[in-house]
C-alpha cells in the first residue's frame, strides 16, 4: 500500500514539475517574438493553455492576447482570445460573461460570413450552457450547430456535434438516445476514415451499452478500439479500452476477467503519468476484488483512487471510491471505517448534487438575463414608436391579466387534482386493506374447517377402532363360543350314551381340544378392546397415538415414556390409555393448539402422566369439570389416582395425573 502511495505521489510530482518547465520554456518563446506579433499571440495562446487551471492567471493572458490580436487586425486570434476567456469565466462561476463572450465571437464570425467558425462557437457556447444545467438550450445550440456543418458538408464537424449530443443525452440519463447519437457519429468518423477517433468513439459508446445490459457489445466495441489504439502506438487510448472491458467484466459478473484488464489498464497509465487514468483503473480494480472476496486488497486499490485531488472533475472517483471503500471495511467487519467512507461518500454525493443544483440556478439566472434584455429591446422599439407604447402597454397589462387568471385556474385545477388523487390513492389503500383483511379472515376460516376435519377423522378413526374391535370380541364370543358351548355340550350328552366312549383315547383328546378352545376364544375376545395394549404395553399404544395425532405443519406431537420397560397391569394400562385419549381429545376440539407433549413417567411405586398443550387455554378455577375433564377425574379415581389442571387463559394447558402402582 504504501509503495503505491508513493508511485501515486511521484506521478503527481513529476506532473508538475513538467507543467513548470513547460511554463518556462513557453515564456521564453514569448521573450524571443518580441518583434513579431503572430509569434507572440501563438505564444500566448500557448501559455493560457499552460495555465488553464488558474483561471484568474489564464484570463489575465486572454485579456492580453485579445489586445494584441486587436491591435494587429487578426479576428481569428481576437476570437480565439474571447474563447479563452469565456473559459476562465466558467471556471470562476460566471456563466453569464461566459456567454456574452461567445456571442461576441458569433457576431464578429457571422460579419465575416465565417460559416464553420459560427458552428464551432455555436458548438462551445452548447458546451457552456451544458455545463451549466440549461440542457434544452444547449441540446438546441447543438442542433444548430449541426445544421450549419451538414450545409456546409463538414462530416468530422457533424460527427463531433453528434458526440456531444451523445453525451449530453448520457448526462440527462437517456442512454438510449445517447447510444443513437453515438452511432451515427461513429459511422460519419469510420466514413471518413478517421481511425483515431474511432477509436475513441468505439470505447465512448460502451459507456451508455453497459447501462442498457449490452455488455458483450460494448466488449466487441472494445477489442476494435484496442487494436485500433494498438495500431496507432496511442498508449492512452490502449489504457482505455482495458478499462472499458474491465467495466463490463465487472458488470458481467467476471471478476478474474475485469482484474487482469484493469491492472493492464492501470500499468499503461502509470507509464504516461496519467494521475487521473491510474485513478479509474484502480476503481475497477477495487470492484473486481469485492466481488473476489477480498475486501483488503480492494481497500487499499480505493484509497489509492481517493487519494485524486478534489477539483470536480475528480470528484465523482472520489465518490466512487469512497462508496467502495465503504463496501470493503463492512465486508472485513471494520464497522468504524465503514460508517467513515460511508459518511463521506453522502458528502461527495451531496457536493455533485450541490454543484448540480448550482448550475441549475446558473441556467434561471441566463434565462433571467435573456428575458430581460429582450424585455429591453421591446422598451426600446416602443420608445421608437410612441404611437404604439400604448398598445404595447395595454397588450402587456392584458396578457399578465391572462397569465394571472391562467396561473389561478391551473393552481385551482391543480390543487382539485391534487385532493382527487389523494382521495383516490387512500380509496385505494383502504380497499387493499379490505381485501387483505378479507383474505386473512379466509384463510382463518379454512384453516378453521381443515382443523374441524382434522379432528372428525381422527375421532372418528379411533372411534371405529375401538367399536370394531369391540365387535369382533363379541361376535367372537356370542357367535363363535356359542358355537362351541353347544359342541362341548353335545358332547357331554353323548357320553352318558355311550359309556364305551370315555375310555376312547382320540374322545379324550378331542374334548381337552374343545376346552382350550373355548378358553383361548374368551381370551381373544377379552383382549380385542385393546389389542395394542395387551400385546405391546401401554408404550407402544401411545405412540401409535402419537403418529395418527401427528400432522406435519399442524400438529407437533411429541411423546416422552421413561420406565415403561415393565408392564403395568392390564386394568391400570387401559385406564391410563383412555385417560391420555380423553385429554388428547379436548386438545383437538378445543385449544387451538399447534405443540403437544405427552409424558409418562415411572418411578418406584408411582406413575406419572403429563399432557401439556400450547393452545389458547382457560381459567382453570372456574371450569375445571367442564370439556371432559370429569371423565378424566373420575377414571383416574377408579384405579386410585389423582388428576391436577393447570391453564391460563392464552398461556396453554397442562394436566397431571399421579398413580400408584404396586410393584
Avoid at 450545409?151 to 456535434?161: F, K, S, V
Avoid at 473486481?288 to 475486501?295: E, G, W, Y
Avoid at 485524486?308 to 463492512?330: C, D, F, S, W
Avoid at 403395568?568 to 388428547?584: F, G, K, M, P, T
Wanted: hydrophobic share 40%; net charge neutral.
Amino acid at each position: 500500500m504504501i509503495a503505491r502511495t508513493v508511485l501515486l505521489l511521484s506521478l503527481v510530482l513529476a506532473h508538475a514539475n513538467l507543467h513548470a518547465q513547460n511554463t518556462d520554456s513557453l515564456w521564453s518563446a514569448w521573450n524571443d517574438a518580441s518583434n513579431h506579433d503572430t509569434l507572440r499571440l501563438d505564444a500566448l495562446n500557448r501559455l493560457i493553455r499552460a495555465v488553464r487551471t488558474d483561471a484568474d492567471s489564464a484570463f489575465s493572458l486572454a485579456l492580453q492576447q485579445e489586445r494584441f490580436a486587436q491591435n494587429s487586425g487578426q479576428h481569428d486570434w481576437r476570437n480565439r482570445a474571447l474563447e479563452h476567456q469565456a473559459n476562465s469565466l466558467l471556471k470562476k462561476g460566471d456563466v453569464p460573461a461566459a456567454i456574452a463572450k461567445y456571442d461576441a465571437i458569433i457576431a464578429d464570425q457571422q460579419c465575416r460570413n465565417d460559416s464553420a467558425g459560427v458552428a464551432g462557437t455555436l458548438r462551445s457556447k452548447a458546451s457552456t450552457l451544458y455545463k451549466a444545467g440549461d440542457f434544452n438550450r444547449a441540446s438546441e445550440l447543438y442542433h444548430q450547430a449541426l445544421r450549419i456543418r451538414d450545409a456546409l458538408g463538414d462530416t468530422l464537424g457533424a460527427a463531433r456535434i453528434m458526440t456531444s449530443l451523445g453525451i449530453l443525452s448520457m448526462d440527462h440519463g437517456d442512454p438510449e438516445k445517447a447510444l443513437a447519437y453515438y452511432t451515427k457519429s461513429l459511422a460519419m468518423h469510420i466514413a471518413a476514415g478517421d481511425s483515431v477517433n474511432t477509436g475513441v468513439l468505439l470505447n465512448t459508446i460502451c459507456t451508455p451499452l453497459r447501462s442498457l445490459d449490452l455488455c458483450e457489445e460494448a466488449l466487441a466495441n472494445n477489442r476494435r478500439a484496442l487494436k485500433i489504439h494498438e495500431r496507432a502506438g496511442r498508449p492512452i487510448g490502449v489504457a482505455a479500452s482495458l478499462n472499458h472491458m474491465a467495466a463490463a467484466y465487472n458488470r458481467m459478473g467476471q471478476p478474474e476477467k475485469a482484474l487482469d484488464h484493469a491492472r493492464r489498464s492501470m500499468r499503461i497509465r502509470i507509464d504516461i503519468a496519467d494521475t487521473v487514468g491510474v485513478a479509474y483503473a484502480q476503481l475497477q480494480v477495487a470492484k473486481a476484488l469485492i466481488q473476489l472476496d477480498r475486501p483488503a486488497a480492494a481497500a487499499n486499490a480505493a484509497n489509492d483512487a481517493l487519494r485524486i485531488g478534489t477539483n470536480l472533475v475528480q470528484m465523482p472517483i472520489r465518490a466512487e471510491a469512497a462508496e467502495l471503500l465503504h463496501k470493503a471495511y463492512r465486508a472485513m467487519g471494520d464497522w468504524r471505517r465503514a460508517l467513515e467512507m460511508h459518511e463521506l461518500h453522502l458528502q461527495l454525493d451531496d457536493s455533485l448534487s450541490g454543484d448540480k443544483t448550482k448550475r441549475a440556478l446558473i441556467s434561471r439566472d441566463l434565462q433571467y438575463k435573456y428575458d430581460k434584455e429582450a424585455f429591453a429591446d421591446s422598451l426600446e422599439r416602443v420608445r421608437q414608436a410612441e404611437d404604439l407604447r400604448c398598445s404595447y402597454d395595454g397588450q402587456l397589462q392584458v396578457e399578465k391579466e391572462r397569465r394571472t387568471r391562467a396561473i389561478m385556474v391551473g393552481g385551482t385545477v391543480a390543487l382539485a387534482l391534487g385532493i382527487i388523487a389523494f382521495l383516490l390513492v387512500h380509496r385505494l389503500r383502504q380497499a387493499k386493506r379490505l381485501r387483505e383483511q378479507e383474505a386473512i379472515l379466509h384463510d382463518q376460516q379454512v384453516d378453521q374447517l381443515l382443523a374441524q376435519q382434522e379432528l372428525k377423522s381422527i375421532n372418528a378413526m379411533l372411534d371405529g377402532q375401538e367399536k370394531e374391535r369391540d365387535r369382533m370380541g363379541r361376535d367372537l364370543h356370542d357367535r363363535l363360543g356359542g358355537m362351541l358351548g353347544g359342541i362341548k355340550a353335545n358332547m357331554s350328552a353323548l357320553e352318558d350314551r355311550v359309556e364305551q366312549v370315555r375310555d376312547d383315547q382320540q374322545y379324550q383328546k378331542v374334548n381337552r381340544l374343545l376346552d382350550q378352545t373355548v378358553s383361548e376364544l374368551r381370551q381373544i375376545s377379552h383382549d380385542m378392546a385393546a389389542a395394542t395394549l395387551s400385546r405391546f404395553g401401554l408404550e407402544k399404544a401411545l405412540k401409535d397415538l402419537r403418529d395418527t395425532l401427528h400432522i406435519t405443519g399442524r400438529m407437533q406431537v411429541e411423546l416422552k415414556a421413561f420406565g415403561l420397560d415393565q408392564r403395568l397391569e392390564r386394568s391400570v394400562e387401559i385406564a391410563l390409555y383412555r385417560i391420555v385419549q380423553e385429554l388428547v381429545s379436548n386438545v383437538l376440539k378445543h385449544a387451538k393448539a399447534s405443540e403437544l407433549i405427552i409424558g409418562v413417567t415411572r418411578t418406584p411405586g408411582r406413575l406419572s402422566v403429563v399432557v401439556s398443550d400450547n393452545g389458547v387455554g382457560f381459567d382453570a378455577t372456574q371450569r375445571t369439570d367442564g370439556m371432559g375433564l370429569g371423565n378424566v377425574r373420575s377414571r383416574a379415581a377408579a384405579i386410585g389416582a389423582t388428576a391436577q389442571v393447570d391453564s391460563t387463559p392464552g398461556k396453554g394447558t397442562t394436566v397431571s395425573v399421579e398413580c400408584p402402582v404396586v410393584e
